[in-house]
């Protein structure tokens, strides 16, 4: 495990340690003095992890870090330490590509510079098997054009270095909680996405372990039956032998079934920091039509990404791209939000209805497998 050694740097590099790692599995860190007792350790930490004599317990190590997950999301407020400015782009050329819009048009009406507040929400997560992996996942959210930025982790590693700590950062908590469980919505796809690849490797250990216990019973059923066989003339050997069929086939129903609590997996997410950050973006203002029912909407090109950022679906928060129009109100949809009703045909918006004026069964398609 590999992932433990990354996990722990950051989470130490977070709460104010000097870390140093120049092997793999390995870190050494300086820890500041109430750091180091929250974790009941030295000022200087040194940790490896995997085979081998003298290595740290992992599992301990995961209970003893952990505690320094913070129980509540921490908000931390950044601002850019220059002003940027972001040169006009070619807006429809950008709403085109940005948007894929599928049952209407748009007509850009300005675009100019302004700033947009994006929130990066991070969130721990755990997948445990039989091994055990744990990382970050960073979901950003532009709260001022109500999009999901694609490439969180790209955008936060492109702003990072020319952000400074804003000590009066706007935050307002309606606005966080608002945003919180959308963010929390993004997030789950791309862990059931890591969870997948441990899911996978953990199935081939099942299928192995499962063939070798399974081979080991059959033989020793096998032995069992030639010894009855064999004691054919005497019948209460042979009733003890068979009682002992009945034991041994209790015995690997309840070993298989152990293996797979083994390998099962379980997925924890916690989430934590959130971090506040103006950024400058060019706005685009455009009317978006559908049929006779039009809305202005302000999207918003992002440079450090080089990309229109694309809404999120006004049904189901998941990213509208390809995006789709509703009739009536013109809400922003994803696919499955504006697919016809699975019972009479007819297209309904789940924004405007939850079901369809049909009343049938299954009237609302299921939400897309995100
Ligand atoms: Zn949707
Ligand atoms: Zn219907
Ligand atoms: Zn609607």
């Avoid at 129980?71 to 894929?100: E, F, K």
């Avoid at 068979?242 to 083994?262: E, G, W």
Wanted: hydrophobic residues 40%; contains cysteine.
């Amino acid at each position: 495990m590999t992932g433990i050694v990354d996990w722990a740097r950051d989470l130490l590099v977070s709460r104010g340690a000097l870390v140093e790692g120049e092997e793999t599995g390995a870190l050494r860190a300086m820890l500041p003095a109430e750091l180091a007792t929250e974790l009941d350790s030295g000022e200087w930490l040194s940790l490896r992890f995997g085979a081998g004599a003298g290595s740290d317990d992992e599992n301990e190590w995961l209970d003893r870090l952990g505690r320094l997950l913070p129980t509540d999301a921490r908000v931390v407020g950044a601002r850019l330490r220059h002003p940027v400015l972001v040169p006009p782009v070619d807006a429809a050329g950008a709403l085109d590509r940005g948007l894929a819009l599928q049952n209407g048009i748009h007509r850009v009406l300005e675009d100019c510079q302004q700033t947009a507040r994006y929130y990066f929400f991070g969130f721990h997560y755990t997948i445990e098997s039989d091994e055990t992996s744990l990382g970050v996942v960073t979901v950003c959210l532009n709260a001022s054009a109500r999009t999901i930025v694609p490439q969180a982790e790209f955008l936060s590693n492109a702003v990072k270095d020319d952000l400074e700590e804003d000590p009066q950062p706007a935050v307002s908590r309606d606005e966080l909680a608002q945003l919180f469980p959308i963010a929390l919505r993004g997030v789950q796809p791309e862990i059931r996405r890591l969870a997948g690849a441990i899911e996978q490797s953990a199935n081939r250990r099942l299928a192995r372990d499962t063939e070798r216990i399974d081979s080991y019973y059959k033989d020793l059923l096998r032995q069992i039956e030639k010894r009855i066989a064999r004691r054919a003339a005497d019948p209460d050997a042979a009733g003890r032998e068979r009682s002992r069929i009945a034991a041994t086939q209790l015995d690997r129903a309840a070993k298989l079934q152990d293996l797979a609590r083994k390998y099962s997996l379980k997925i924890r997410i916690q989430p934590g920091d959130v971090l506040v950050v103006p950024l400058p973006v060019r706005e685009i203002s455009a009317r978006l039509i559908r049929k006779k029912a039009e809305r202005v909407a302000k999207l918003h090109w992002n440079p450090k990404l080089g990309a229109l950022e694309s809404p999120w679906c006004e049904s189901c928060s998941g990213p509208a791209h390809p995006l789709f129009l509703c009739d009536d109100r013109v809400h922003f949809l994803c696919k499955s939000c504006a697919a016809p009703c699975v019972n009479c045909g007819k297209h309904f918006c789940r924004a405007c209805q939850p079901r369809c004026k049909c009343g049938g069964a299954g009237a609302a398609a299921a939400h897309p497998p995100r």
